[in-house]
């Protein structure tokens, strides 16, 4: 298991935490966020119900736009824009 | 924020249907072992109580993501308040639901010894559980999730709060010659030997030594109704918990209100509709605070009307009385707290298997004399745990949200090195994040916000800690996130 980052287009960016738990998704989501210039957008793949409630507030707090979640049988993707 | 939710591709509502299944198979199965329960002997009640409150714990808590490791550790690793926050509503409600128990006369609560344990039981806890990824009720949700990593934590706060406990050897000598001194005077009966055992010299040379009390005790107020409720619930819950909503709001949600609401400066109408957004930015978890606080003010209150009811004091007695005494303690007693627990339980599960395994593990105060340690299927705490597992399984499983997650060798690792510490953390505490700080500060226990200052202490130092190991990782392991 290990976490993968890469640009796959211009502007568009993928994270995979798929298989870890608290905290390493919202930790290594904000890192990505950190990555990213403004209007990005980063699809977000995890499995960790828990992180998502934090990665929505985060994006809320910083002012990014979770504009499109895919859900289900405990997999998440989730596309993040860059504020 | 509206996003396009939608199912991912590939489920059809044929697995809608399995899942819903399974999770009605769940509720199926704890109803029709309740009803077993009470055709071998209707007094099971009292056991059965613990059961369905745990159910509604895990149902909760899954709703909400409520874990209170989050609550200290998304604040420091992301700056996330949310979880911080409905915690602190938990509080409030529980607090004067907790009132109104206390009021009626059916309070179970009795404030913990206060000492400098409780600030260094708490920093290890806190420390801890930044690693396990969940605190002790979190890790038994996510375990209800299919998460095996917290399964792991359970299993290892489990058994080294049993060896914590129990164990006998060179580190007794750490303990002051003053508590040996003191336990000795104690006249306890020759079988607990609490002249030998670190935390024997631990519990009867120093924390019997302490005074629990609640702050209206504590202040001398009197026992009017009135000014206790007054003191142990407003001043020492209600005012803590709006103090600290306010400093999170300042602290880590004020920013960002100002730039949605495209204002320079708020005024006091914006700020209360600001601290208002904080409180419900992340409405489950506001939820499932609501729900928790009421419904663990509830769980209280049943269990202290079956009391009066039975006209007992702890469960061992109606154990007593229908037969079963294997596993009581000296003075014919169980852990029955009476609310909602988490950690002792999980320690008399690790002590029965080990007293099975031909361990002697009633030798000490722990079991021997205070806790017991009953067959799991006679635990009635043991069985809230258990709830919680399986109300938050249903719940997740109705959500299409259970998954199977296999531990790694590095998330094992952290699993099992992060459940030690908040096992031993816990017994130093006398308790965990529930039973050290949320039952206590709601019932007019200042104890309880010693072991909150201790536990955000621990895990921000555990967060720093964290973050370095996660930087040297990626570093290594490259995928350009630094």
């Known amino acids: ?30 890192k990505a966020m950190q990555k990213l210039a403004s209007g990005d957008v980063l699809t977000l793949l995890f499995d960790n119900p828990s992180s998502g409630e934090s990665i929505l507030s985060m994006c809320d707090n910083d002012g990014n736009e979770v504009f499109d979640r895919h859900d289900g049988d405990g997999n998440f993707v989730w596309k993040i824009r860059k504020a | 924020m509206n996003a396009n939710v939608e199912a991912l591709s590939g489920v059809g509502w044929m697995d809608q249907f399995r899942h819903r299944l399974y999770s009605a198979a769940i509720l199926l199965a704890v109803t029709l072992g309740s009803v077993w329960a009470l055709a071998i002997d ?13 159910v509604i714990y895990g149902v909760l808590l899954q709703y909400g993501r409520f874990c209170m490791a989050a609550a200290v550790r998304d604040l420091f690793a992301v700056k996330v308040p949310r979880m911080a926050v409905g915690m602190m509503i938990a509080v409030g409600l529980y607090a004067l639901v907790a009132a109104v128990v206390t009021l009626t006369g059916f309070s179970t609560f009795h404030p913990q010894p206060l000492g400098w344990h409780v600030l260094i039981g708490g920093a290890i806890f806190g420390f801890g559980f930044v690693f396990t990824g969940g605190c002790a ?23 080294s709060q049993a060896l914590v406990v129990s164990a006998s050897g060179w580190f007794d000598g750490l303990a002051p010659a003053a508590w040996a001194q003191s336990a000795a005077a104690k006249g306890m009966p020759e079988s607990l030997s609490v002249t030998r ?44 918990v709006l103090g600290i909503l306010v400093a999170l709001y300042a602290f880590y949600y004020r920013k960002g209100f100002l730039r949605k609401s495209g204002k320079a400066h708020l005024g006091w109408s914006d700020e209360l509709a600001g601290m208002w957004a904080m409180c419900t930015s992340s409405k ?22 079956l009391r009066e ?37 999980e320690a008399q599960w690790g002590g029965w298997v080990l007293e099975k395994l031909g361990v002697n593990m009633m030798d000490n105060v722990f079991f021997g004399l205070d806790n017991g340690l009953p067959n799991p299927l006679l635990n009635a705490p043991g069985f809230m745990s258990i709830g919680i597992i399986l109300g ?35 017994r130093i505490a006398m308790g965990c994040n529930i039973g050290a700080f949320f039952a206590t500060v709601t019932n007019g226990d200042p104890s309880g916000w010693i072991f909150l200052a201790g536990m955000v202490g621990g895990g921000y130092v555990s967060v720093r800690v964290f973050t370095k190991w996660m930087d040297w990782k990626v570093a290594r392991e490259g995928g350009g996130l630094l």
């Open chain 2, 137 to 159: 009720s979190g890790s038994l949700y996510k375990t209800g999730e299919g998460n095996l990593n917290s399964a792991l934590v359970v299993f290892s706060i489990a058994f």
């Open chain 2, 309 to 345: 009811h039975y006209e007992i004091f702890n469960f061992g007695e109606l154990l007593a009385a229908m037969g079963y005494t294997d596993g009581l303690s000296i003075q014919n007693t169980v852990f029955d707290p009476g609310y909602w627990y988490i950690t002792t339980q």
């Open chain 2, 197 to 240: 055992g670190w935390f024997d010299l631990f519990t009867a040379g120093y924390i019997w030594d302490l005074k629990g009390q609640t702050l209206a005790e504590l202040l001398a107020v009197g026992d009017s109704p009135v000014t206790t409720i007054f003191v142990n619930t407003f001043v020492n819950a209600i005012l803590p």
């Open chain 2, 42 to 54: 209707v007094r099971f009640i009292y056991l059965l109580v613990y059961v369905w409150f745990g």
């Open chain 2, 392 to 426: 938050a399984a249903m719940l997740a499983l109705a959500r299409r949200e259970f998954k199977w997650k296999f531990p790694t060798w590095e998330s094992a690792f952290f699993a099992i090195a992060g459940g030690i510490l908040m096992g031993i953390g816990a």
């Open chain 1, 1 to 30: 298991m290990a976490m993968s980052f890469e640009q796959t287009a211009a502007g568009q960016w993928t994270l995979n935490v798929t298989g870890y738990t608290c905290p390493h998704p919202q930790m290594y989501t904000k």
């Open chain 2, 284 to 305: 489950n978890t506001a939820l499932a605070g609501v729900g928790l606080g009421i419904f663990a003010g509830l769980h209280m209150w049943v269990t202290g009307a």
